[in-house]
């Protein structure tokens, strides 16, 4: 038993221990982890944010544009809009930050306005080829090629499991025992991937026993 | 102005992103990769947004000395310290071994895998107590678990049979169900897609 | 290019190859090997044309095999082939391609600063060359051709199709709902719960929880949830009960303030509208499940939804609110987060219920309208499906391509 | 009705949750320090892979292509340490690639190691062609040649003055692939390497992922998967078996983590039924 002499370690562990107590109960010591955690988490997700993407993005494709303009004067500067384009970027993430000030802050909802319209427009696509066509591709099985059996089941399931997800019809006689047999597929799947979910979190509590015991306490391995 | 103004933005980018997607020419494939950085920077902005809302709230909640005030000015020192620690050195404090990175390895790791390390406790709790074969939908799914689970359980001779089962539960009606998912929820999002882009649906926007 | 030609194209390589060897092998007759090597003949009708949907920057370029390729004389190995700027200028070799095969692609960079740069619209030469062991013969020199962006990507046709067929449904059926004809939907198990809910939270005195999940503002699963959250709210409204809502995304608390503050207008109460119950917690996965089970735990909300885009945090919401004792109703497009709802939570909508519970609660024309669109959709994918499995046992190639997309 | 049977399931219906944690956490922390030998029973499509390298003559060259950054270092290492030493120790010959841009690092740790284990010389025993981002296009470069998308190996030395690729075009003069893989590259390794070149492709990826290609081995587009912890932990069983890695030195990492799943696991599957019987029985009861 010879503990790790890194004090990092330490404070890993110390937390670690910590955020375990919460199985007892909420306590003073939980809290003060979920505290620290909540702060510590915030400040580095902006701070990561704030330097691969306002500093890489904005400000260095920005700086390039406005070097062009000074070192090659207008008309140049204006052809390489590959990089002072960035601005409008800016201009319309300031515009974001606006809602603060209740007047104008109605500002805010072009650039939410930009973000939902450019990320309907790709999810339309998105989701109509990768989930709708590119499925249907795949969903189509000859039943007589050797392995029929599984295709059969394959093509009844999908089948099935479509009819559930009907709305326009109660799901009722025929219909109804169709839909019924399209839930029972989705449930089997569910549960496999509960019991998958099951040995996956396991492996993850593992991994915790071994810091501790292991490059904590230095117990086992 | 400020009704009509978000709702051509919407329509506009929605139908361009659209559009674009048929049309290989290079301009096209530099004004998609460009929209999307563009949001990326917007994100960033509202980063800040939410980090104010957070500092603000926590500020007022250790002003007015609401119980348990004294974690939410540990929160802040946390940020504060963070912070600091990652703007002062510049970029370099992204590189390994930089005291933000320490921060993160930890503080920011250890925490993070205990807190999914909980889930190991919290499925067998609800394995125990959420758990019924209430209906028979719930019974199939308790039994499919179940099997898939004894996989992983020394069965002597039994463990062939389970195994068969395991393999033709993963093969077969695993794949059926999840196509007729990814059908549904496919065609449910491009109809959502299709109401936002042309104004159908405004919720997400707000009325005032 | 499906395995059919894959394999054909096996076959002829292998077939190639015990002519080649066997020639090799046991030469016909001595006098054969003593003979110098005899140059092939030079590959004819040398066509280059831009390489169709791309961004340009592609040209492609087809030839007739030479007349020794795989019969005479047989002795071409590889061809190669060359571009010049003019037809009398100094070729460069782009690439080779094993002896059989009559087509090259040479694919050039976008970007000027790279070596390999090809310009569109600027006219290039190209020749073939036919070569043996060391001894080769050349092509003539192909028209001049350029390079250029398509302005439609044809192998994306059945994409177009979709994309028209599925609006053309959705708006019809709008257009059917605004003009007032009954639309029928089937109800939602989860769904119906909602006022049920509500009306326990207000007997109890105690807030409802609403969870919209870790999505941001765009997701379609977080759009249709602030649309359930515009309903739910507005009974909060008349009931006058609390609704607590801790965000995970800066932008949809901005979204979801509005959409609450523009519900409680509508139900004439906005007196009672209390902002700071919609706040931002934290934009970490962990720090907020921590956070929303501190709440749980504190106020005792009477009535949970979680209704969005969840990840692993889900099992810890359901598990601590089943602790709270409280009527929980989930709704996820998450797959692999539907298990733990159902196993924990009272009701669940799951995939798309989760889009058709905002059409079934509000009943507004156009939700109905689209709803029925997408089930039209949905049943053009079943016919497909049976019509497909009996061509593919069958094998009608024409049907299974009609699906094929080339990106 | 007998008051004591009804106020025994109702105490078990409300048993408080925490002391469910606490026999987790005993039966995980038992396990740990006094890990006791679990059978585990191999599943074909694991015995399949292990059975196609054993087949392997000395000198044929097998392909690797690593996929995973360090998230996923706990599944997918030990069956990426397992194949290497069972190839090592045949004298098979490896080649090495990896899609994934913080994937190298995993690839350099295990070749590093195994290496000086069987004193294996890089560029005559192994070659390992590093980094290329866009994981289609660069396995459908590599179907024409390996020399196209990797001129030059990791090291920066090119490809022809390694001995070991002199005959070495492409996937056509490799055996086999096997795809370790934590993400999206396993899609276009079948789609393309399988599907376009027609190269003999087997799989190892995370426990999460092994459900979704079960379709493709039953169409035979792969002729085996290596699933998770539990698929690594029967190749390493295998290994040992062969004689190829062994419990001292400590090289069944997976197999060692074995014992604690299965008690979890036999601890979770009682908790079902215990809490089903106790439901059903209170129901009775009332």
């Known amino acids: ?221 | 102005m400020r009704r009509v103004m978000p709702f051509t933005i919407v329509t506009v980018t929605g139908l361009f992103m659209l559009v674009q997607y048929f049309i290989p020419r290079e301009e096209f494939e530099w004004l998609y990769e460009w929209t999307l950085d563009w949001i990326i920077v917007i994100g960033c902005f509202a980063m800040l947004l939410g980090l104010w809302s957070m500092t603000y709230v926590s500020v007022s909640k250790v002003r007015r000395k609401i119980p348990g005030w004294g974690y939410n000015v540990i929160t802040l020192a946390g940020l504060f310290f963070v912070l600091i620690v990652g703007f002062v050195p510049g970029q370099a404090s992204l590189v390994r071994g930089s005291a933000f990175m320490h921060l993160f390895e930890y503080i920011y790791i250890p925490v993070q895998a205990s807190m999914f390390s909980l889930l190991a406790f919290y499925i067998a709790s609800a394995a125990y107590r959420a758990f019924r074969a209430r209906t028979i939908l719930a019974t199939i799914l308790l039994v499919s678990a179940i099997i898939i689970m004894l996989r992983l359980v020394p069965l002597g001779p039994l463990s062939a049979v389970n195994q068969w089962l395991a393999n033709f539960i993963l093969t077969v009606p695993n794949m059926a169900a999840k196509r007729a998912f990814w059908i549904g929820v496919g065609l449910g999002a491009t109809a959502t897609a299709l109401k936002i882009m042309l104004g159908i649906e405004r919720t997400y926007m707000g009325r005032d | 290019m499906d395995r059919y030609s894959v394999k054909m194209r096996k076959l002829q390589a292998f077939v190639f190859f015990l002519l080649f060897s066997s020639i090799v092998i046991f030469p016909p007759d001595k006098a054969f090997a003593q003979e110098e090597a005899e140059m092939p003949a030079s590959p004819t009708q040398v066509e280059a044309s831009d390489t169709p949907n791309d961004n340009g920057h592609s040209i492609t370029v087809k030839w007739k095999l030479s007349a020794d390729d795989g019969a005479g004389k047989n002795n071409v190995v590889v061809y190669e082939v060359l571009r010049s700027d003019s037809p009398e200028g100094e070729f460069e070799l782009r690439g080779m391609v094993p002896a059989g095969e009559s087509v090259f692609e040479d694919q050039g960079a976008k970007d000027k600063q790279s070596p390999n740069y090809l310009p569109s619209h600027k006219q290039f030469y190209y020749k073939v060359r036919a070569k043996g062991d060391g001894i080769q013969s050349e092509s003539l020199v192909s028209a001049p051709a350029y390079a250029y962006g398509q302005w439609f990507h044809t192998g994306k046709f059945p994409v177009f199709v979709a994309v028209i067929a599925f609006s053309a449904f959705a708006l019809a059926f709008i257009n059917l709902a605004r003009k007032g004809k009954e639309l029928y939907v089937r109800p939602l198990a989860g769904i119906e719960a909602v006022d049920e809910a509500i009306g326990r939270a207000t007997e109890m005195g105690k807030p409802i929880l609403y969870i919209i999940g870790l999505g941001s503002a765009d997701m379609i699963a977080t759009i249709a949830s602030f649309t359930i959250l515009s309903r739910v709210a507005k009974k909060t409204a008349e009931y006058q009960t609390p609704i607590l809502i801790p965000c995970y995304d800066a932008v949809v608390m901005a979204v979801a303030q509005e959409t609450v503050k523009a519900a409680y207008m509508e139900a004439g109460r906005p007196d009672i509208y209390k902002e700071e119950n919609i706040f931002f917690l934290t934009s970490m996965q962990f720090a907020y499940v921590a956070g929303v089970n501190g709440i749980m735990l504190r106020e005792r909300p009477a009535t949970n939804f979680y209704l969005g885009k969840f990840y692993a945090e889900s099992l810890i919401l359901a598990e601590t609110g089943s602790v709270a004792g409280s009527i929980q109703i989930s709704g996820t497009d998450e797959i692999a987060q539907i298990p733990f709802f159902v196993a924990a939570t009272d009701y669940t909508l799951i995939g798309e219920e989760l889009y058709a519970a905002s059409a079934y609660l509000g009943r507004e024309p156009v939700l109905l309208g689209t709803l029925k669109g997408q089930d039209w959709g949905k049943a053009v994918v079943i016919i497909s499906l049976i019509l497909g499995a009996i061509a593919a046992s069958l094998h009608f190639q024409f049907f299974l391509d009609l699906f094929r997309v080339q990106l | 009705m007998d008051n004591g049977k009804s106020n025994l399931y109702d105490w078990m219906m409300n048993l408080d949750r925490r002391w469910v944690y606490l026999v987790i956490g005993v039966v995980v922390t038992l396990t740990a320090i006094a890990p006791f030998k679990v059978p585990v029973y191999v599943t074909p499509e694991v015995r399949n892979i292990y059975n196609f390298v054993e087949s392997m003559e000395p000198g044929e060259v097998l392909m690797i292509g690593v996929d995973y950054a360090p998230e996923a270092m706990a599944e997918l290492h030990p069956m990426n340490y397992a194949i290497t030493r069972q190839c090592f120790a045949k004298g098979i010959k490896l080649l090495l690639c990896c899609l994934h841009q913080n994937g190298p690092g995993m690839v350099e740790q295990v070749i590093a190691q195994v290496s000086k284990e069987y004193d294996k010389v890089n560029g005559v025993d192994y070659v390992y062609l590093g980094y290329k981002p866009y994981p289609a296009i660069t396995i459908l470069a590599m179907g024409q040649n390996f020399r196209i998308p990797f001129p030059e190996d990791y090291y920066g030395t090119s490809l022809d003055s390694l001995p070991m690729m002199r005959n070495i075009v492409n996937f056509d003069n490799v055996q086999a692939i096997i795809n370790i893989s934590a993400g999206s590259a396993t899609e276009y390794w079948i789609n393309y390497a399988n599907g376009r070149y027609n190269a003999k492709l087997a799989i190892g990826v995370t426990g999460v992922m092994t459900s979704d290609y079960y379709p493709f081995l039953q169409s035979g587009q792969i002729f085996g998967i290596i699933g998770g912890m539990k698929g690594a932990a029967e190749y390493e069983d295998l290994a040992e078996k062969g004689g190829y890695i062994s419990r001292k030195k400590d090289q069944l990492t997976a197999f060692k983590s074995m014992p604690i799943q299965t008690t979890t696991h036999i601890v979770v599957i009682l908790f079902i039924v215990l809490g089903n019987v106790g439901y059903f029985m209170s129901k009775k009861v009332k």
């Open chain 1, 1 to 221: 038993m010879h503990p790790s002499p890194d004090i990092g370690i330490w404070i890993g562990a110390l937390l670690t221990l910590g955020i375990f107590s919460f199985l007892y109960g909420d306590n003073p010591y939980y809290k003060f982890c979920e505290a620290l955690f909540v702060g510590v988490s915030a400040g580095h997700w902006f701070v990561t944010l704030f330097w691969t993407v306002f500093v890489a993005k904005l400000i260095r494709n920005v700086g390039i544009g406005l070097n062009t303009f000074i070192t090659e004067g207008f008309s140049a500067g204006l052809s390489d809009y590959l990089h002072w384009s960035y601005i409008f970027g800016g201009v319309l993430g300031f515009l974001m930050l606006l809602r603060l000030f209740p007047k104008i802050g109605w500002i805010s909802r072009w650039s939410l306005a930009f973000v939902v319209g450019t990320t309907s427009g790709y999810f339309f696509i998105n989701y109509l080829v990768s989930n709708g066509l590119r499925q249907i591709e795949k969903s189509i099985l000859s039943l007589g090629a050797e392995f029929w059996f599984g295709n059969l089941i394959l093509v009844v399931g999908t089948f099935c499991g479509l009819i559930y997800f009907f709305f326009s019809k109660e799901h009722k006689g025929a219909f109804g025992g169709l839909a019924r047999v399209g839930i029972w597929f989705l449930m089997i799947t569910f549960g496999a991937s509960f019991g998958y979910t099951v040995m996956s979190r396991m492996s993850l509590l593992i991994g915790r026993m071994d810091y501790l015991f292991g490059t904590w306490l230095g117990m086992i391995g």
